[in-house]
């Protein structure tokens, strides 16, 4: 990253900065679906496309499918439930930085 007092990075800078953080985005997201999966499979004795599906609907925020038979289940998918907003959070922000400093660095350039 450029400093403020530094000329804005050129254009292919900035596509690679932002498809950098949109492949490590992808690569956390992936391995957090793949967590969701494995407790949804373990414990909660899902079949894995059952699996998939509620670790993806948990991870967007859209709440669970499936009902769960055990206490441990109920106890990983709250976790689970709690620990994906934080992500969620987290890549939303991790994807939105290189846009936001390369706008505050502009209008910082423009200031003088």
């Keep these: 990253m450029e400093h403020k007092h ?4 050129s254009r292919n800078t900035y596509i690679l900065r932002l498809a950098t953080t949109l492949f ?6 992936m391995l957090f679906i793949w967590f969701g999966c494995l407790g949804y499979h373990t414990w909660g004795g899902l079949n894995w496309i059952d699996a998939f599906y509620n670790a993806s609907m ?12 055990n206490d ?3 106890v990983f998918a709250s976790c689970y439930a709690i620990s ?13 930085s290189p846009i936001f400093h390369r706008i ?5 350039l423009q200031e003088k």
């Design 6 to 9: 530094q000329p804005l990075a």
């Design 24 to 29: 490590y985005a992808i690569i956390i997201l």
């Design 58 to 69: 948990i991870l967007s925020g859209m709440g669970p499918v499936d009902i769960l038979p």
């Design 72 to 74: 441990t289940a109920k």
């Design 84 to 96: 994906s907003g934080v992500i969620f959070i987290g890549l939303t922000g991790m994807i939105l």
């Design 104 to 108: 505050m660095h502009r209008l910082h």
